[in-house]
């Protein structure tokens, strides 16, 4: 599968292609403003993609839906744990603005709410560790087992060396000579925000609570670098990832529409946030 490309428009970081079928705006320099939200619409319609999708300042999100992005999803605290963040979309298409699955996507959200409000008690298991260029290989194989297809090359060893070379931290469960479960955290040490993102567990191992010990771990890791708001965008259909965050004190903050496409379809995701307290 061909990935989309991560390139620049002006000063401002973006991804696009067809895999996603988007314009995404990944990171924002305020010195491209508004310029920049002329630029992906120019993009995507030369390209012919279906959808704009923009991460910005919530004090930024004006000059967008003036050119009629509208704001999914809101994370307080997401910059230095004082601005908030939006997520802003605009549809090139209808079609992509209406989720194939709104009754079940309304049903996720209503457990998770409902889980959250039982005490979990830590399960026992094999110990977290964080995750080096040595286990670059069984941690791609471990994605090439879970995902048939994904939003980003995690299944190429390479990759993941160059991602844990920045602002990547993965983290994993080890069983035998592989990996039975694993997940990462990439910062961003700017905002001092933290994406909990890339969870796969080998099938044996779910419902086990290795995803929550993973999490806690994670929130563990960057709280240490001065992480101060965590933050998930999890598939809006999976009742499993859901309850992961609710469970562990996440806020639900939005859902983004036929967002991201995983196992070669477009999934709606959901934005989950979290203030981490200092130590």
Known sequence: MRHDSVTRLGNSLVQHGPANDRVYLMKLDRD?????????????????YTKLFAKVPADAADQFARRGFVNEARVPGMRRGEGSACFMSRYLARKRAVPA?????????DV?????????????????IRLGHEHAQALAALYGA????????????????????SDVAFFGIP??????AAASAEMDM???CAEMTDFAT???????????????????????RGIRTAYTIARA???????????????????????????????????????????
């Open 32 to 48: 491209d403003l508004p310029g920049i939200v002329d630029a992906m619409h120019e993009l995507g319609r030369e390209q012919g």
């Open 101 to 109: 699955d709104p009754e079940r996507i309304a049903d996720v959200l």
């Open 112 to 128: 998770a709410e409902r889980k959250s409000r039982k005490p979990v008690v830590a399960a026992p298991g094999p110990a977290v």
């Open 146 to 165: 879970v995902f048939e297809t994904y939003p980003f090359p995690i299944t190429d060893p390479g990759y993941l060396r160059e991602s844990m070379d």
């Open 175 to 180: 069983a035998g000579d592989g990996l039975a």
């Open 190 to 192: 700017n905002w001092k």
């Open 202 to 224: 080998l099938p044996a191992l779910r419902g086990k609570g290795a995803a929550g010990r993973l999490l806690a771990h994670m929130e563990d890791a960057v709280r240490d």
């Open 237 to 279: 259909a999976s009742y499993g990832m859901n309850t992961v965050f609710a469970r562990a004190g996440y806020r639900y903050g939005g859902t983004l529409h036929n967002n991201t496409q995983i196992a070669g379809r477009l999934e709606s995701m959901n934005v989950w946030h979290r203030r981490l307290a200092a130590r």
